[in-house]
């Protein structure tokens, strides 16, 4: 069996068991995940997430699936997106996934990387920003929390409605990463050769020269259920995967699209 460790992003999972989308992710956790050493998933695994006790009956399959994987031993890390950043304790007890701070530099097979949700980088989009860090705070969350369920529903409804209309008008390049946000977070962890992340929902490997050394940022793909997944194996070898795969052969390399131009939200 060969040594591997999987990344994935942004997969939206949608409070349907039977949505494409959840289908083909339970299949992935069903099919893929118990071959790997491990599962890091970088944020915005829900659609939306606006508390534990709304979240765990919603999404009740893929939270026992979660269980069963986590129960065996292999261990799963997430880290917050920006549609799923208010879980809590029993999200972790009840899916025995761990939760990483972004950005998290871990060591896999010797090799250091750095793991983010990678919406911090996107540093030209003022407003978002501004947003970002006002809904972090922690009386916010607290207070966001105490509200009656419907009250968080309706909220969280409308917050998405409102993203995706504003990043329907927003020019694309604002949309995407910052590269100056990329080297200076490749500075600040500079054992660093790789950055994961997603976000952008523009899936692939970019080369970066950080002082005459160069570094890779690879980008997760989102799932329309088809997506990218990146897969680290135990000779280090780092690559973006199609899944699923329609030629149903395990692997392939897939073309780095730089014309993907759907929006992030
Ligand atoms: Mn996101």
Not at 94 to 105: A, C, R, V, W, Y
Not at 109 to 132: A, F, I, N, W
């Amino acid at each position: 069996m060969s040594k591997h460790t999987l990344f994935i992003a942004d997969v939206h999972l949608q409070p349907d068991d039977n949505h494409p989308i959840n289908l083909a992710f339970s299949d992935f956790l069903a099919t893929q995940v118990p071959q790997a050493d491990a599962l890091y998933i970088l944020g915005d695994l829900f659609e939306m997430w606006v508390g534990d006790d709304i979240g765990l009956p919603l999404y009740k399959t893929v939270i026992e699936q979660f269980k069963s994987l986590t129960d065996t031993g292999l261990p799963i890390y997430l880290l917050f997106g920006n549609r799923d950043f208010l879980m809590r304790r029993k999200f972790w007890q009840e899916t025995g996934i761990q939760p990483l701070s972004d950005p998290k530099e871990v060591e896999l097979y010797g090799l250091p990387v750095l793991l983010m949700h990678g919406d911090s980088l996107c540093t030209d989009d003022r407003e978002y920003q501004k947003m970002r860090k006002i809904l972090r705070f922690p009386l916010v969350t607290w207070l966001f929390l105490k509200l009656p369920k419907r009250r968080r529903l309706k909220i969280g409804e409308s917050m998405r409605e409102k993203s995706k209309r504003f990043s329907q008008n927003k020019p694309e390049n604002i949309m995407d990463v910052n590269p100056k946000a990329v080297t200076q977070v490749l500075q600040q962890h500079p054992k660093v050769r790789h950055l994961i992340h997603g976000h952008t929902h523009r899936p692939g490997h970019h080369a970066v020269k950080v002082g005459g050394e160069s570094k890779h940022r690879w980008v997760l793909g989102d799932w329309r259920p088809q997506t990218q997944v990146l897969r680290i194996d135990h000779d280090q070898t780092v690559q973006l995967v199609v899944y699923p795969n329609p030629e149903h052969s395990p692997l392939i390399l897939p073309q780095t699209t730089e014309a993907n131009t759907e929006k992030p939200n």
